[in-house]
């Protein structure tokens, strides 16, 4: 495989190379593409990214930030219309977390895995905080609790663990290759349930 030549308007180089960047990251994996490689699918020269980016790093950086705000979007469609705090909700956030996990994993990854600089980053660091406030604010609506107490992250970081483990479990195909029958969506019911039944 090869990531797809990416079109892009003119004055518009940043974000055709980004994009050229998250294929490659999907295709090859975070630590497998170069910036050549960027610069072949975006169809520019290998001395154009360095007037966005300073380096390599930059560029995933830049792909990481872009695919939280895809991530904030997939969980704040979860809970929009819905009543704060109900099982549902929560529920619906873990399967937002598995979607994005399933449906980006080179970007899921880069995102949360270890490589790079990402806790050095006060960008990256704010989204992520951000994105996890939509499952404290949620937690916290379901106990009827208007402060972020040790209960409530208690809970969180059970259920953040939860989906977690098994967002990696299913993009590293370990589910399938032990031939494991998984209700994804049932699972999370009952976890979800179990984790905020106190």
Avoid at 21 to 26: A, C, D, F, K
Avoid at 102 to 122: M, N, Q, Y
Wanted: proline fraction near 3%; include cysteine; charge should be negative.
């Amino acid at each position: 495989m090869t990531a797809k030549r990416v079109n892009y308007h003119h004055g518009d180089l940043r974000a055709g190379l980004v994009e050229a960047t998250r294929q490659l990251v999907e295709e090859k994996g975070p630590d497998r593409f170069s910036v050549s490689d960027a610069c072949r699918a975006a169809g520019v020269s290998t001395a154009a990214p360095y007037r966005h980016f300073g380096d390599r790093d930059e560029m995933l950086l830049a792909v990481c930030s872009d695919g939280m705000e895809r991530f904030h979007a997939l969980m704040t469609s979860a809970v929009a219309g819905k009543p704060p705090g109900t099982l549902e909700v929560i529920h619906d956030l873990g399967m937002a977390y598995i979607e994005f996990a399933t449906s980006e994993p080179g970007v899921f990854r880069l995102s949360f895995g270890i490589a790079r600089e990402h806790e050095k980053d006060a960008e990256i660091i704010e989204r992520g905080k951000r994105n996890y406030a939509i499952l404290l604010t949620q937690i916290a609506a379901h106990y009827g609790k208007t402060a972020i107490d040790e209960q409530v992250l208690d809970r969180a970081f059970a259920l953040w663990t939860m989906v977690h483990g098994l967002s990696f479990l299913l993009i590293d195909e370990k589910i399938t290759a032990m031939d494991l029958q998984i209700d994804i969506e049932a699972m999370i019911w009952d976890n979800t349930r179990r984790l905020l039944a106190e």
